[in-house]
């Protein structure tokens, strides 16, 4: 088992920045990828970004230049910046986490996650 933590949420306007962390504890966090994934008010979860052990990266267009995910693998924690917010990010943000899988897997499969926390972006 896999035990995510999201914290960071909150309200911000139209143009501010966030950072989400997500501490992941339980089994071994090595070579595990990370990602965030949103859900706004009647719509489906979607893809925000994703993380590999190494580092690579992969990101939903709607958010490419604006966010950036990153991870501390000594600290099991996996970050969202986000920048240049408007009222479309308005969400609760997931954290996400697949033992052994990828950057394109994650998109699809995800065996563990978070509770989610709110972000809200007013105009």
């Known amino acids: 088992q896999v035990q995510l933590v999201e914290s960071g949420g909150g309200l911000v306007q139209a143009g501010g920045s966030l950072r989400l962390s997500c501490a992941a504890s339980?089994?071994?966090?090595?070579?595990?990828?990370m990602a965030w994934f949103r859900r706004s008010s009647g719509k489906e979860r979607e893809f925000v970004a994703a993380?590999?052990?190494?580092?690579?990266?992969d990101y939903a267009d709607s958010v490419k230049g604006r966010f950036t995910i990153s991870r501390d693998n000594a600290k099991n924690t996996v970050y969202l910046q986000m920048n240049s917010l408007n009222p479309e990010d308005t969400a609760v943000y997931y954290c996400?986490?697949?033992?052994?899988?990828?950057?394109?897997?994650?998109?699809?499969?995800?065996?563990?996650w978070g509770q989610g926390t709110q972000v809200t972006v007013s105009s």
């Open positions: 996400a986490a697949h033992p052994s899988g990828t950057i394109q897997s994650i998109r699809t499969r995800v065996p563990y």
């Open positions: 339980g089994r071994p966090v090595s070579n595990i990828a």
């Open positions: 993380i590999s052990w190494g580092g690579s990266t």
